[in-house]
């Protein structure tokens, strides 16, 4: 018998609508929703409802709110459990509340500070990130690499095969932009940011995040969480915690992770979140295994 995981989305999977219809058809979602809107102090509901765009694409904002969603898509899929879990950025977030590493509550407060001090840090860090398509992943960090004479940058997400995403200050990344596609890459193109995330200018969000982490209990995982950095399986709660405040300043490692829980057994993906992202990144990663989403209301019925 195959292996079943969930994949939770990053930023950048959020829309206007998102979890609307959870809101209206679940009690259960509706005081988890409630119950994360007073824990952050931020009417989420109200701006996941109905906007505007702009206020749902703020980062402080976007980020508890694309947690909430996953977290209680989750919580409502009763007799579909994974057996294995891992989370693209923010999402190891979500992932590690199902994994039960960490409860709810604490974490979307968690979440709450991360995406405040991200935002800070990419005010007082300017910082851009630009997606690199086509090229192999030693290209691309030997252009990072080149280009780090005129500033800051380093691969930030190994996407899929010839999906990678570079960040860092912004002479930096022109530079590396520049070099990559002189290299061959297919097609070089910035990202509309708030900040580099996943590289050296998000050390003071680190250090913020880190004081929060430390206040945060968390215990040891009921099931492997494949973390961003290091690609591999974590159930320690010291463990994960640590590589939590690592990830803000080093490599989303998405390739390798989905390949290492394909190797561990996984033969079928649902991407619980918002949006399909993930599914798009695990069909090129290996077309072979079966990927699923869930993010409406009518696809959680059927697991209640």
Known sequence: MGKRAFLFPGQGSQYVGMAKDL???SVEAKEMIKTAEEAVGVPLSQ?????????LKQTDVTQPAIFLHSVVLASLVRTLEPDMVAG???GEYSALVAAKAI???DAVKLVRVRGEAMLQAGIDWKGTMAAVVGLDGKLVEEACFEASAKGVVQCANFNSPGQIVISGSVDGVKEAMVLAKAKGAKLVKE???SGAFHSPLMESARERLKTKLDETPFYDAKIPVYANVTAKPAQSKDEVKDLLNQQLTKPVRWEETIVNMINDGADEFYEVGPGKVLQGLVKRINPNVKVFGIDKF??????L
Do not use: A, C
Request: proline fraction near 4%; glycine fraction near 4%.
């Open 23 to 25: 809101y209206e058809n």
């Open 47 to 55: 701006i996941m409802f109905e906007g505007p765009e702009e206020s």
């Open 88 to 90: 693209h950025s923010l």
């Open 103 to 105: 409860q709810f509550y």
């Open 191 to 193: 990202l509309v940011v």
């Open 298 to 303: 009518s696809e959680v019925e059927k697991y």
